[in-house]
Each structure stands twice: as C-alpha cells, then as structure tokens.
C-alpha cells in the first residue's frame, strides 16, 4: 500500500538517519495517512479516499465535493478509485526504455 494522499499528492520523504558513531543508513518518512469514507450526496453514494491530515483538514475546509472534483480535474478519471489508462502506457513506457542499451 503506497502512502501517497489522493487530496495534496503528498508522498514520502527520503533522506538518513545518523547514528552517534554517525553510521547513515537510509529511511523515510510517510505522510500520515488514513483511509477515510465520506458521502457524496450529489452521487448518493460513499467514497473511500487515502489522505493525509492536511487532506482531511482541505476537505473539512472546502467541502467533499469540491475536492472530489479537482482529484477528477486532475486525475482525468471518473473518480477516486477509477483509474486511468494513461498509468498503464507511462510504466509500459518507462519498461521499455533500458532494452536496447549494452
């Protein structure tokens, strides 16, 4: 389950963590995510969304269905949980791309 926030796009953060004896070793750090289900009362329906805090925090400020249609705006789908053909050719793409090097 990839922690990225459907609402603000955000994802992890990478970088070190350094011991006293500053040994580095790499870590990340997740946004807080949280499955949330929120009614749509335009669609008479329920939707489940990945969002961060601030996500939640957006959603209570402009209201469910205002966000729901910048995710769709943006995503080019039919909505949260609809996915979109163009995940397929971006990684069909990106597969492809190191075949023909020595």
């Given at each position: 389950?990839?922690?990225?926030?459907?609402?603000?796009?955000?994802?992890?953060?990478?970088g070190?963590?350094?011991?006293?004896?500053?040994?580095?070793?790499?870590?990340?750090?997740?946004?807080?995510?949280?499955r949330?289900?929120?009614?749509?009362p335009?669609?008479?329906?329920?939707?489940?969304?990945?969002?961060?805090?601030?996500?939640?925090?957006?959603?209570?400020r402009?209201?469910?269905?205002?966000?729901?249609?910048?995710?769709?705006?943006?995503?080019?789908?039919?909505?949260?949980?609809?996915?979109?053909?163009?995940?397929?050719?971006?990684?069909?793409?990106?597969?492809?791309?190191?075949?023909?090097?020595?």
């Amino acid at each position: 389950m990839s922690a990225h926030c459907q609402v603000t796009g955000r994802t992890p953060g990478f970088g070190k963590s350094v011991s006293h004896s500053h040994v580095r070793t790499n870590r990340r750090w997740d946004p807080n995510i949280q499955r949330k289900t929120y009614y749509l009362p335009s669609e008479g329906r329920r939707i489940t969304l990945r969002v961060s805090a601030k996500g939640i925090k957006i959603i209570d400020r402009d209201g469910i269905e205002a966000v729901v249609a910048r995710i769709r705006a943006r995503d080019g789908s039919g909505g949260p949980g609809g996915g979109s053909a163009r995940h397929h050719r971006r990684a069909r793409g990106r597969r492809n791309t190191h075949r023909g090097r020595v």
